[in-house]
């Protein structure tokens, strides 16, 4: 197994959405042991603390967006901070709300817009994410990131998206929630995207591996956006956007193992967990598993829970 510099980033982003509590997330984590489970893996572990939003002008409480110019201010700040880690090592975001995905693609999208090469990305969710802002209906912005860094629709105050990541080069698997105004959007798009009723019938491992297929091909960058309610609420309680039938423990780890025998994830985010509602905190410790699956821990090696 090859020895990564792994760059703890906490992204305490709480502005993408009304329901609070995703703030908490990046100490969760670090309490789950996400740290001390990655050097056990032979990793080389930095920790850069949590980061804070850029300077942002104050929001109106009557916007049709919800805290639009603090998530613009986490942009900013998440944008900056991943082109800087691309280049000191495999960086990991702990979220923090979606939105938070706006800046790290945006960040990773540059970085690799520098080295020549193309941006590839793997959206692990129930949601696609696809709204923009004229077209979400609750003024969530945890709901458009995929539509911001592939430069679909106006995101005007957000940083200028000099670096679109390509559509086809964009795949999202687990769908499962997605309403009227994104179906349409995602139907008229090149996104390649699995829905739950294809994995039931033909398993999770066939997309996933021809999507890596095609970034190993065009020689890209991989970065992983895991969302918690990517994984059935019922082993994943703490997400306040649950939605039955998820992807099983089981599938999941074999996603992450699948990434990791491919050595292409060049980037990661964790996001969405929000611990005021997980139980005895087996969430925020299922996520730091199936980060180590896709860091190199094997399925012989996985540890016995006890909640």
């Known amino acids: 197994m090859a020895t990564e ?5 906490g992204a305490p982003v709480d502005s993408g959405k009304r329901r609070r509590g995703c703030l908490m997330g990046p100490d969760a984590y670090r309490t789950a042991g996400i740290a001390e489970t990655l050097a056990e893996l032979g990793h080389r572990v930095i920790d850069r603390g949590n980061l804070s939003p850029a300077p942002h002008d104050p929001d109106r409480p009557d916007h049709p967006l919800h805290a639009v ?14 082109e800087a880690a691309m ?6 975001f702990l979220g923090g709300d979606h939105s938070l995905s706006a800046g790290t693609e945006l960040g ?4 690799a817009a520098a080295e020549g090469r193309p941006q590839f990305v793997l959206w692990l969710d129930a949601h696609s994410d696809f709204h923009t802002m004229e077209s979400s209906d609750s003024g969530n912005l945890h709901g458009t990131p995929v539509a ?5 629709g106006r995101f005007e105050g957000f940083p200028e998206v000099a670096n679109p990541v390509p559509q086809e080069n964009v795949c ?20 390649h995207r699995h ?3 294809e994995i039931d019938e033909h398993g999770i491992a066939r997309p996933l591996a021809a999507f890596l297929k095609r970034v190993a091909e065009a020689g890209g960058r991989l970065h992983v956006s895991l969302d918690v309610d990517f994984l059935d609420p019922d082993v994943a309680p703490a997400v306040g956007t649950t939605v039955p039938g998820g992807a099983t423990v089981r599938e999941a780890h074999l996603v992450m193992e699948m990434l990791h025998d491919s050595a292409l994830v060049t980037s990661m985010d964790l996001v969405e967990l929000n611990p005021f509602l997980d139980t005895r905190g087996r969430t925020a410790k299922l996520m730091v598993d199936l980060a180590a699956s896709a860091l190199g821990r094997r399925i012989f090696d996985r540890v016995t829970r006890s909640y």
């Open 172 to 191: 999202i698997i687990g769908l499962r929630s997605v309403d009227a105004a994104e179906r349409a959007a995602l139907q008229s798009s090149r996104i």
């Open 5 to 9: 510099t792994c760059i703890l980033i």
């Open 148 to 152: 911001y860094f592939t430069g679909h």
């Open 108 to 111: 990773a999208a540059n970085f």
């Open 69 to 82: 110019n603090e998530t613009i201010g986490w942009t900013k700040s998440l944008s900056a901070a991943a």
């Open 195 to 197: 829905d739950m009723r």
């Open 87 to 92: 280049a000191e090592g495999l960086p990991i």
